[in-house]
């Protein structure tokens, strides 16, 4: 028998479905290599694992809810195939952060905003950096968008960060081609 019209279009649907399920079970195998060298506590490492798992289902829940038609829209399918591809992405970095910031002794405060940080915030390299050091107020966007020859750091006092952050800065701010010395 000849499928029908509907039945066509439900194809890229349940193809989408099928491949974000994938994705699931790729993101937890990641995740175990990840974890299995980790130095972190077993109570971190079950703690990050579940919550990156949460954040990729509730992003990928939401692709459940569309209709056929979206699926069948190609500027739409594209979006959703790249959400869903991004997300294992994002949560596997949001892990990396989040053991390496463990690693590092950051303050519990600024591990909960890495936490509790939804995946969406990791596709930013400043939002990335931001998290990573824990140091909100610094022009991070002005460092990763290598626009401009001059970066105002402003009243940012270097003696307030952990000598980690300031050499994540140091790092970041040596990686902008605009840059021609750093001292931290």
Not at 44 to 68: A, C, E, L, M, N
Not at 85 to 113: C, F, N, R, W
Not at 167 to 176: D, F, P, Q, R, W
């Amino acid at each position: 028998r000849a499928e029908t019209v509907e039945e066509l279009q439900g194809r890229r649907r349940a193809l989408h479905l099928g491949m974000c399920k994938l994705l699931r079970e790729d993101l937890a195998l990641q995740a175990e290599t990840k974890l299995a060298d980790s130095s972190a506590s077993l109570d971190v490492q079950s703690g990050i694992r579940t919550q990156i798992t949460v954040d990729f289902d509730g992003q990928t829940q939401v692709h459940h809810k569309f209709d056929v038609a979206t699926f069948n829209d190609d500027a739409e399918y594209k979006r959703l195939m790249n959400e869903a591809i991004d997300g294992k992405t994002h949560a596997l970095v949001k892990m990396g952060i989040y053991l390496e910031s463990v690693g590092g002794a950051m303050p519990q405060s600024e591990l909960e905003v890495i936490f509790n940080a939804p995946l969406a915030e990791f596709a930013s390299k400043a939002a990335v950096l931001r998290l990573r050091t824990g140091i909100r107020e610094f022009p991070w966007m002005e460092v990763v968008e290598e626009r401009r020859a001059d970066i105002d750091l402003g009243d940012w006092d270097s003696a307030s960060a952990s000598p980690q952050a300031r050499e994540l800065v140091a790092s970041a701010l040596g990686g902008n081609a605009n840059v021609r010395s750093v001292t931290v």
